[in-house]
């Protein structure tokens, strides 16, 4: 995934899951040179080569100080409020650019220190337009009361701000003043310390441990490798696998928890200074969404975990095994049956997945597959898991991805494909100051496209084993974005309550507050499956956790989307014209205002019961096939 914690300058960059490939399985080529160029992405659209870039970041450097000529005069005209937000966003669109193109290089390969020494770059030139333009709120927010509206009907160019305006006003108590501003922007690459630390640990300077598997084959557990060895259909092999790599994660346990430490106290320092009740609150000021809806996300799962103790008794039954362990949660289900697809084979499914949302949508996707906008294959010191990057206005998105040819790798590419293609329609339909949509509707496009696909390739298939492969396919996808997301969510936000109350974020205490919310959440007490020791180092190899209080929007997104698929599904075109006009909305409003006008009340359990309601549907399908085969 995307380590980098949103900025306000970024444009959005959003992520999946680690995925990992089977047409190419753990022993694949993973040396970068010798991938096929039409499996890695084309980055000469957003600079020709880094020289380009390098005099780009030079030009955009010299052209900071200009901001200083607005200064103080802000309140002079609607002419020259104009002036200076056209030049500071002017300003921001050619940041992102920048930081999209370098960071995208970093991540192909977080070994290479000349590109990792390139987003440093770009992440201490972004502090620096941040304190350049430390004085434009404060100094809006000090104009008298009535000139912003005054401003806004006098002047054209300002109709693309006024929903920043709006938003300025609104944040007006939790806004410093210049000179803190300036201090608070200052800190940017400070800020990015933990994140960026923890990126290079785990993917490139982690001592990777290696196994010797049943069959006598010898494999290295890097990121990758382990998405795709975890699920290995001989359960010693599985146990062996896992053990090994958080086993290992456990071995720099104190180093992980003073990242985590650092990343904790960032948000502690940023959300006191500016004067929020918790960290919790000022995370989910930025979009204005509801306290309670992050509250009402958890409480709701929590008291749907009989229903996600029934999915694994399920998965106990499926897999003819006396007790359900941990290493256990990501075996095949039907291992007879291979869902294994080549690249073009995944290609061709997700563009006739799409066929729902009309010709222009499939066109995009089209000219996403041969026009070189994804990195597709896992290489060696390539980032794990998988994103989309749309921070480029002007240059279509890019995609990372992991591929392992297993269904749910084409699963992934579903989904960052619905990140690609709402950044796509939200910068070709919005202007710049409203292209970047809110994170909390993100993930909505991206499962939306994941339920499409399932509905595409589950509507060919009447062959028992097949179906009953692909519906626990789906409630995989329900475990691992409603329920282990939430329970990320959970954890998270008691470790920044641990945090409130001054007691200390170390690996050991982190390992243990993990430990106990995972036994809650796979019911070990109950006896439901066994959460084997080494689980407590887990939460190491969660990447989203630098994204403060990113992952609660996996769950909430996919309740939404699957709402509305239903409804795009059954071909109606209103449904879909809906839809399309709510990925093409981008940040014009406040996402729980965007997802209303989609049709989703995410204020209310309604979507959270639903999708327990679908998944409760899939189980009855799955048992009563079993019961038809005598199982």
């Not at 002079?76 to 960071?103: H, N, P, V």
């Not at 509905?455 to 060919?460: E, F, K, N």
Request: charge should be negative; glycine fraction near 6%; charged fraction near 25%.
């Amino acid at each position: 995934m995307r380590i980098d914690g949103p900025r306000r300058w970024l444009g959005l960059s959003v992520a999946s899951g680690v995925v990992a490939l089977s047409v190419v399985s753990s022993a694949q080529e993973r040396d970068r040179s010798k991938i096929p160029d039409r499996y890695k992405w084309d980055l000469t659209a957003l600079y020709g080569d880094d020289g380009a870039w390098r005099q780009a970041t030079q030009a955009l450097a010299a052209k900071l100080p200009s901001l200083a000529a607005f200064k103080g005069r802000l309140g002079e005209s609607a002419a020259s409020l104009a002036d200076a937000l056209t030049t500071e966003w002017d300003l921001r669109k050619d940041l992102s650019r920048q930081y999209a193109y370098a960071s995208m290089l970093a991540d192909q390969d977080t070994r290479d220190a000349t590109h990792q020494g390139m987003k440093q770059q770009m992440q201490q030139l972004a502090a620096s337009f941040d304190a350049a333009a430390a004085f434009v709120e404060p100094e809006i927010l000090d104009l008298p009361k009535g000139t912003i509206d005054r401003f806004i009907a006098a002047e054209p160019r300002l109709a693309p701000y006024r929903f920043y305006l709006e938003d300025v006003e609104r944040r007006s108590a939790h806004t410093l003043s210049d000179n803190e501003e300036r201090l608070l922007a200052a800190m940017g690459p400070l800020e990015s310390a933990p994140g960026a630390t923890y990126t290079i640990l785990a993917n490139a300077d982690l001592p990777f441990p290696t196994v010797t598997l049943g069959d006598g084959t010898t494999v290295k557990i890097d990121q990758a490798a382990y998405a795709d060895l975890r699920a290995l259909p001989n359960r010693t092999d599985r146990e062996k696998v896992m053990s090994a790599f958080f086993s290992t994660l456990g071995a720099f346990r104190r180093t992980f928890g003073t990242t985590m430490d650092g990343e904790v106290q960032k948000v502690r320092l940023e959300a006191t200074a500016r004067k929020y009740p918790s960290d919790l609150a000022y995370a989910l000021d930025g979009p204005n969404v509801p306290v309670a809806v992050y509250s009402r996300l958890i409480d709701g799962v929590n008291r749907n975990l009989p229903v996600f103790y029934r999915y694994l008794r399920l998965r106990k039954r499926m897999l003819g095994v006396d007790q359900l362990h941990y290493y256990d949660l990501y075996a095949p289900l039907v291992p007879a049956v291979k869902l294994e697809y080549t690249p073009e084979q995944a290609e061709q499914l997700v563009l006739d997945a799409v066929a729902p949302l009309g010709a222009d949508y499939q066109s995009v996707v089209r000219r996403a597959f041969n026009g070189r906008w994804i990195d597709l294959l896992p290489t060696e010191g390539k980032v794990s898991g998988a994103y989309s990057d749309g921070g480029a206005y002007d240059v279509h998105p890019y995609m990372l991805i992991n591929y392992n040819g297993k269904y749910t790798d084409v699963s992934t590419i579903a989904h960052e494909m619905g990140h690609t293609l709402q950044s796509y329609y939200s910068n070709k339909t919005q202007p710049y100051p409203l292209a970047d949509y809110p994170i909390f509707v993100a993930e909505v496009a991206s499962t939306f496209n994941e339920a499409l696909l399932m509905d595409h390739v589950l509507a060919g298939i009447t062959d028992d084993d097949t179906r009953l492969a692909l519906l626990g396919n789906y409630l995989e996808n329900i475990k691992g974005t409603v329920f282990r997301q939430t329970q990320f969510a959970e954890f998270e936000l008691a470790m920044h309550q641990m945090a409130e109350k001054g007691e200390p974020i170390t690996g050991d205490a982190l390992a243990k507050l993990y430990m106990d919310i995972t036994k809650k959440y796979y019911g070990a007490d109950q006896g439901v499956c066994v959460v084997d020791d080494y689980v407590a180092n887990e939460w190491s190899y969660i990447p989203h956790f630098y994204r403060d209080f990113y992952v609660f929007q996996y769950a909430t997104s996919f309740t939404a989307s699957l709402a509305l698929a239903e409804r795009v599904k059954t071909g109606d075109p209103a449904a879909r014209e809906r839809y399309l006009q709510f990925i093409s909305a981008g940040g014009s409003k406040y996402p729980i205002d965007l997802l209303k006008d989609a049709g989703v009340d995410m204020t209310t359990d309604q979507p959270l019961d639903a999708t327990m309601a679908a998944m409760t549907h899939v189980m009855d399908e799955m048992e009563a096939i079993l019961a038809k085969k005598g199982k």
